[in-house]
Structure formats: C-alpha cells, structure tokens
C-alpha cells in the first residue's frame, strides 16, 4: 500500500480515482488545486503524487516544479493529451512518468508500484568514475564527496546505465528496465531523464562525458 497525494480538478475523475485506488489498497488524500496540494504535501508526507496537468491556478506542471526545488518525491503527471508539450513539459520539470486521461485505474496503479519499486536496492557493489562514486549498497551517489539528490527514477537509471559501463543500452531496454514499460511512444521518458541525470552528474551537461549518446540507438555510461 502506497500513501498518496491525488490532485484532480474535476469532481467526478477525482472521487472515481480515489475510491478505485481505495480498492487496490492504497492510502488516497485528494485535493483539487495545486495551492491545496502543495499544503497537503507538507502535512501529510506521502510517497507519491498524482497530478492531474490542467488544474486552476497553479497547474501540475508547476506544482511539480515546485516539488522538485527540494523534494526527491516520485511525480506521476494526468495529461488528456498524449502528444504534446504538455507532457515533454511535465518530464523536463522532474515528473518520473505520466498517464494519459482518461485513466484506467488499474494502469494507474501499476505505474505507482512501478515507480515506488525504483528505489529498491539492486546489487551490493560501489564503483567511482572521477570524482563521482555510485554506491549499490546505501544507494549513494556523491559527486566530489557531495550526495546528489536523485529520484528514484532518476537513481534507478542511473543503476542501470552504470551496471553495464562501456555498453550500449536502447532506449526501449532503459523504458523497460526502468520504467517497466513496453510502448515505444514513451521513449521520450528515457531522454528528458537523462537530460535530468547529467544536469546532476556531469561537469558540463552539455558536454557529457559519463553518460554518452549513441546516435539513433541509445545511451552509454563510461567505463570506469
């Protein structure tokens, strides 16, 4: 059972989620703004938000911005629409995955257990590559002796491109292996994800020496 933070404008979508996440055996508080949300989110601690894109105010996107300043908390985004800056958006401002409305509720809730089960411990080893050291055991990573603050996707893909150094990785093995996809479309979570991870990790982001690019084919970490 997951602790969760619903926010959902619509009435009616916001009381069929709830009580359909109910069910699966979660623990749901729902909100329908963002400013409601954000106050929720400092009292009750959950481990995961669900936030609808198109809310008053301030809308999800923002809201998971906001997040992202200084909270590691997993993000799943609710977009009506499944092609367009809306979601390249949400996934440039920290949101682990998204979910196209109208949601069934069953899908929904294997991407929450999907993205709660990123951060679980995977292998016993620590490796250093320059100044930055990835730690299997405490699930670490420090840059220069300084912890960098990942989410779990974040630190899930970063396991997993760092488990196989010198290899070359598809996206479509990333989407699985991480986000425990299977549709191509959604390649675009494993970019803005990378995108996110290097702004972390590498000196200069834009000339990234630890997390490289293979042209038409995927990603490949450094070897040691």
Same mark, same amino acid.
Do not use: N
């Given at each position: 059972m997951a602790k969760i933070l619903l926010v959902e404008d619509d009435p009616s979508a916001r009381a069929g989620l709830e009580m359909a996440l109910t069910r699966q055996g979660h623990g749901v508080t729902a909100r329908a703004t963002g400013e409601d949300? &954000?106050?929720? &989110?400092?009292a009750l601690r959950p481990e995961i938000a669900i936030l609808d894109v198109m809310l008053p105010g301030i809308d999800?996107?923002?809201v998971c911005r906001r997040i992202r300043r200084d909270d590691t908390l997993p993000v799943i985004l609710l977009t009506a629409r499944g092609d367009d800056l809306d979601v390249v958006l949400g996934l440039e401002a920290g949101?682990?995955?998204?979910?196209i409305k109208p949601v069934e *509720?069953?899908?929904l809730d294997a991407r929450i257990r999907a993205v709660l089960r990123r951060a679980e411990q995977s292998g016993l080893d620590r490796s250093v590559?320059?100044?930055l050291v990835i730690d299997r055991t405490s699930l670490r990573v420090t840059k220069a002796g300084t912890d960098l603050r990942l989410t779990p996707?974040? &630190?899930?893909?970063?396991?997993e491109l760092a488990r196989r150094p010198g290899h070359a990785l598809t996206r479509r093995h990333l989407l699985a292996a991480v986000w425990e996809h299977t549709? *191509?479309?959604d390649s675009r979570l494993v970019d803005a994800c990378v995108q996110r991870v290097r702004a972390k990790i590498e000196d200069d982001p834009a000339d990234p020496r630890l997390i490289e690019t293979v042209r038409g084919f995927g990603y490949r970490f450094a070897a040691p």
């Amino acid at each position: 059972m997951a602790k969760i933070l619903l926010v959902e404008d619509d009435p009616s979508a916001r009381a069929g989620l709830e009580m359909a996440l109910t069910r699966q055996g979660h623990g749901v508080t729902a909100r329908a703004t963002g400013e409601d949300g &954000l106050g929720a &989110l400092r009292a009750l601690r959950p481990e995961i938000a669900i936030l609808d894109v198109m809310l008053p105010g301030i809308d999800g996107i923002e809201v998971c911005r906001r997040i992202r300043r200084d909270d590691t908390l997993p993000v799943i985004l609710l977009t009506a629409r499944g092609d367009d800056l809306d979601v390249v958006l949400g996934l440039e401002a920290g949101a682990d995955d998204y979910v196209i409305k109208p949601v069934e *509720p069953r899908v929904l809730d294997a991407r929450i257990r999907a993205v709660l089960r990123r951060a679980e411990q995977s292998g016993l080893d620590r490796s250093v590559h320059g100044d930055l050291v990835i730690d299997r055991t405490s699930l670490r990573v420090t840059k220069a002796g300084t912890d960098l603050r990942l989410t779990p996707t974040e &630190l899930r893909l970063l396991l997993e491109l760092a488990r196989r150094p010198g290899h070359a990785l598809t996206r479509r093995h990333l989407l699985a292996a991480v986000w425990e996809h299977t549709y *191509p479309g959604d390649s675009r979570l494993v970019d803005a994800c990378v995108q996110r991870v290097r702004a972390k990790i590498e000196d200069d982001p834009a000339d990234p020496r630890l997390i490289e690019t293979v042209r038409g084919f995927g990603y490949r970490f450094a070897a040691p």
